[in-house]
Structure formats: C-alpha cells, structure tokens
C-alpha cells in the first residue's frame, strides 16, 4: 500500500480550531489591543500601590499589627528602647534624684551615677519591650492612634477643632513602667507629665490635606483594579480569532504588574534607607522598618502574581501547541461524559490551594470568590472547546494519544542523552537516518487523527523499520 506523508510542516496532532482559521487582526485593531495590554499593565501596578496604601493606613488593625512587628524587631527594638529614656531623662531630673540620696561628700557622683544609670536604664527598656504584656500595651496604643488617625482622615473625628488637631502616638505608660522597673520612687514617677512619651504623627495644618488625600486613595483602591480589569477584558474581546494568544498576554500583564512592585519596593527602599540612616548603625533598623511597614504591599504584588500564573496557564492549555492538543484530546472524553467529576476535582484543587495558603490574599474571602468563579469559567471553556475540536473522542483514543506523547516525549530526552553523549542529533544507536523518526512521529499523529486504520498503520511502520517508505 501507498501512503503520501504530509510535508514535515503540517499540523498533523492538531485539530483545526475557530481561532486558527481566522484571519489576521487588522492593523488598527492589533495596535488598539497592544495598546490596551500596555495600560493595563501600568494600572495594574498603580492598583497594587492604591490597594496596599488603603490597606495599611485606612485599617486601624493592619496598622496595629505592623508597628507590633515592628516592637518585635531586633533591630528596631534597641532604638525605641533609645527614645523611652530619652524620655525618661527629659521628664525626671535624674541627677538630681541621686544627689539627694548621696552624703554631701559624694553629691559630685551623681552626674556620673546618672549616667550610669542611663546605660543601664536602656538595657532595661529592650528587655521590658520584649515582654509580652508590654508589647500588648504597645500594640493597644498604636491601635488606638490608628483609629484616631483613621477618624480624621475620614472627617468622623469630634476631637477636630476649628483650629485643628493633631494625631498622636501615647507611650507613656511605657516610659512609666521603665521607671518602675528602675526602681525610681513613687513620687518621682507621679511627677512625671502626661506628654512625656508622645509622638507627633501629623500636624493640625496637614489634617484638610490628609482628607483629600484620604477620599482619593479609598476611590483609587477601588477604581484603578476595576479599570486595570477592564482593560484587559476589552483587550481579548478585540482580539476576536487571537483571544486565547491575548489572554495569554493578559497573564503575562499581571505577572509582570507584581514583579514590577516588587523591585520598586526594593529600589525605593534602599532609596529610604539611605536617606532616613544617617549612620551605618541605624541602617539595620531603618531597613527593617521599610520591610516590615511594605510587608502588605508584598503581599498584593504576590497575589497578583498568584493570580497571572492560572491565567498564563489556562491559556496556554487552550493553545496550539502539540502538547497542548494533544492533552486536550485526552481529556476531552471525560469533560464531556463526567462533568460533575471534573469539577469535583477542580474544586478540590481549589480547596488545596487555600488550605496552602501561599500568599495572604488566599484567606480572604473576595479573593476566593474570585478564584472560584474563574476556575468554573474557565473548566466550562474547556469543555466547550474540547467538544468542539474532538466530539467524537473516546476513552480509548485518549490513552492511545497520551501513549504516543509519552513516546515522542521518551524519544526527545533519547535524544538529548545522545547529543550530549557526542552523537548527532537526531540518529539513533543503530545509525538511522535523522528523518526516519520524524516519519514516525507523522505516521502515529496520523493513526491518531483516524486518517490511518490500525493495520495501515503497522504495514507503513513495518515498512519503514525495514528500510523504506512507499511512496
């Protein structure tokens, strides 16, 4: 029997699809989509940006959280431990306590005792920060300034006066515990004013800025991912007949809007650094500050990653490449008869994730629900495709299709071994010629497709193990 192979650049594994018969995108059309793919990407990163600063400053418990990591920090810790004697010193006339203590012979000591003292007094501040009834008192007054901050940003403070106010940080109930743990007396300690311990977070004449600024970000962190969103949806819509190829770059856009974060995080970091540590002994702290305070911001930039990768899956699996087709193929028999199956395995696929947790953005409640909602959409694209490419596969066809990939996949590292063992590409240990195992791979993708019957198949395979092809 005579059989006439198809030219080495045929198609053979691949079943013809709508988007490969369409036509090209028309000029203006191929811009429109590139030019939407390069907004999208600059609003998805904006996104990213507006979402973490929402999120760390117009939420009193992230707020909270943050500045106890930051309390917990080796780094950051001996410097706060710094500033609470500071304010122990500027509020309690130290010197003066031990004066009065000491034989009037010995009062030209207390200067020196004082200081001492102070070296002594830091030491005892980082262990009193370290424990955790103290962290919590930390933890409670940073929330209760975040609330504060929170309220006058949103204009829902009665504490704003015609002529302002001021948002304030209150730790002076930790510089009284320093006291205490100094061993200072009763009536030095009461003596010790109320605004000892306090950081100024904002001036009064920033407040009318910080509510504009405030009413901005809380419609930017909202708006910008709507339109990033948007943009990319209007993008594979134009791009009728290379929508599969668009979403594909869809993907590729969100990936790249969280790397994109994420290096900016490191390069304006260091920026900071440089500028806020004006010896090399703050760096550490300074840099642990801007990890901790953009640890949010991390966050986002992953999920947004996390979210790219299915994305650039999907439309890859929905692709042309041999692989891709011929998985669909296999698949296609049991997408169509077991729908409830398949998405009982997606959904326990989806379950694993959140279980795993990889990011934050997996224990929140939208991001679920977005992720389940796109993995029902895409399973019934799937389906719908496979049926349309392969409506007459059956269970057997799929295990023969993975069978012959699983051999050109065999074959392939075969090769690779040989290649690097200095034999030429192609041949094998008995000196084929190059081409007779691409003829091969054309014979099975044409057994396949149906257009060889079985016993065609072996004669045509026979016959070339042999030495020859009819033609």
Do not use: C
Not at 77 to 96: E, K, M, W
Not at 183 to 188: D, F, I, K, N, Q
């Amino acid at each position: 029997m005579t059989t006439t192979l198809p030219a080495p650049d045929t198609p053979t594994s691949e079943a013809p699809t709508t988007e490969n018969a369409s036509p090209r995108l028309s000029r203006g059309r191929r811009y429109t989509v590139r030019a939407l793919l390069v907004l999208a990407l600059l609003f998805a990163i904006l996104s990213i940006f507006a979402v973490w600063a929402n999120r760390q400053l117009l939420d009193a418990d992230n707020w909270a959280d943050t500045s106890e990591q930051l309390l917990q920090d080796d780094a950051i810790r001996p410097q706060l431990s710094g500033f609470l004697v500071d304010q122990l010193y500027a509020n309690v006339d130290v010197t003066s306590q031990i004066a009065s203590a000491l034989p009037p012979r010995l009062k030209p000591l207390a200067g020196p005792a004082a200081n001492g003292l102070r070296q002594l007094a830091e030491r005892r501040a980082t262990r009193l920060l370290e424990r955790p009834r103290v962290q919590d008192a930390w933890h409670a007054a940073n929330r209760l300034t975040a609330q504060q901050f929170i309220n006058i940003a949103e204009g829902n403070s009665a504490a704003i006066t015609a002529s302002g106010n001021a948002v304030i940080l209150n730790v002076r109930l930790i510089v009284v515990q320093l006291a205490q743990q100094l061993g200072l007396p009763r009536r030095v300690i009461d003596k010790i004013p109320p605004n000892a311990g306090r950081i100024k977070i904002m001036s009064s004449d920033q407040i009318g800025l910080l509510q504009d600024a405030t009413a901005a970000l809380k419609g930017l962190a909202f708006v910008l991912p709507l339109i990033a969103f948007a943009l990319l949806v209007l993008a594979v819509y134009l791009a009728r007949g290379r929508r599969r190829r668009i979403l594909l770059f869809a993907g590729i856009d969100l990936v790249l809007a969280g790397l994109v974060v994420l290096v900016a995080r490191t390069l304006i970091g260091n920026a900071v650094v440089s500028s806020l540590a004006t010896t090399a002994s703050l760096e550490p702290s300074a840099q642990a500050a801007w990890s901790i305070s953009t640890g949010i911001l991390k966050d986002v930039a992953q999920a947004a990653i996390v979210m790219g990768i299915p994305v650039i899956a999907a439309a890859w699996l929905g692709g042309r490449t041999r692989f891709a087709v011929e998985l669909r193929r296999a698949m296609a028999p049991w997408l169509r008869e077991q729908p409830f199956a398949v998405y009982s395995v997606a959904g326990v696929l989806v379950l694993l994730v959140i279980a795993w947790g990889p990011i934050p953005a997996t224990r929140m409640v939208i991001f679920i629900l977005i992720m389940i909602a796109l993995v029902i959409v895409g399973v019934q694209a799937l389906r719908r495709q496979t049926a349309e490419e392969f409506p007459d596969a059956a269970t057997g066809d799929a295990r023969a299709s993975l069978h012959a990939a699983a051999g050109r996949a065999h074959r392939a590292v075969l090769g690779l071994r040989r290649t690097s063992n200095g034999a030429a590409p192609g041949a094998d240990a008995g000196g084929a010629a190059p081409d007779r195992v691409a003829t091969l791979e054309r014979l099975s993708a044409l057994h396949d497709n149906g257009a060889l019957t079985d016993d065609e198949f072996k004669a045509e395979k026979a016959a070339l193990l042999v030495g020859g092809v009819g033609r």
